[in-house]
């Protein structure tokens, strides 16, 4: 099995974000937020490294110039020096977001590059046309009993042995 890595895409948090609270301030770092499907109530941290751009967009937002799409999580920021974006609360990050993968199964050709990959319930982000087609018409089709957080073993056998028949090997993401 892989494991996740995040590329630090900031898309997860510019999507799922309106469902995470602010429910009120402790101080410029500290607050209780509320995560707007399950109705958990967790404190949140601003580690030390984001506070400077957290402040900064907290200023862009009130000011109404951030930029930042509506649903965007109020703790996604920009992530300094390294590029890309950052959560601002990373270590006290609700469950929700903890258990959150954006892609679910990597898809490698004959020579182990990376073709493709399962996200969502039961969909494919390939460049490779031969790929997309052969998911649509075998794979997409399959029924999948997946609810969130977890995946159908089944289907992920099934999923594998019909990649393997067509030279492609699936890796499933922890």
């Known amino acids: 099995m892989a494991k996740f890595v995040c590329s630090l895409c900031g898309k997860c948090c510019g999507s799922l974000g309106s469902y995470i609270v602010i429910?009120?301030?402790?101080?410029?770092?500290?607050?209780?937020?509320?995560?707007?499907?399950?109705?958990?109530?967790?404190?949140?941290?601003?580690q030390p490294e984001y506070a400077d751009e957290f402040e900064k967009r907290s200023a862009e937002e009130a000011a109404g110039t951030s930029g930042s799409p509506v649903t965007a999580c109020a703790f996604l920021v920009r992530n300094p020096g390294a590029g890309g974006y950052g959560c601002a609360i990373h270590p006290t990050r609700p469950r929700l977001c903890r258990e959150f993968r954006c892609y679910h199964m990597n898809i490698y050709d004959t020579m182990g590059g990376l073709r493709g990959r399962v996200i969502g319930q039961n969909a494919i982000r390939t460049p490779d046309?031969?790929?997309?087609?052969?998911?649509?018409?075998?794979?997409?089709?399959?029924?999948?009993?997946?609810?969130?957080?977890?995946?159908?073993?089944?289907?992920?056998?099934k999923v594998l042995a019909l990649l393997a028949s067509r030279g492609y090997r699936g890796d499933p993401v922890e």
């Open 23 to 46: 429910e009120r301030g402790m101080g410029a770092r500290n607050f209780y937020c509320r995560n707007g499907i399950t109705g958990e109530l967790f404190p949140a941290y601003i």
């Open 129 to 157: 046309a031969s790929l997309e087609t052969f998911w649509n018409e075998h794979i997409a089709p399959l029924p999948c009993s997946n609810r969130p957080g977890s995946r159908d073993p089944d289907w992920t056998r």
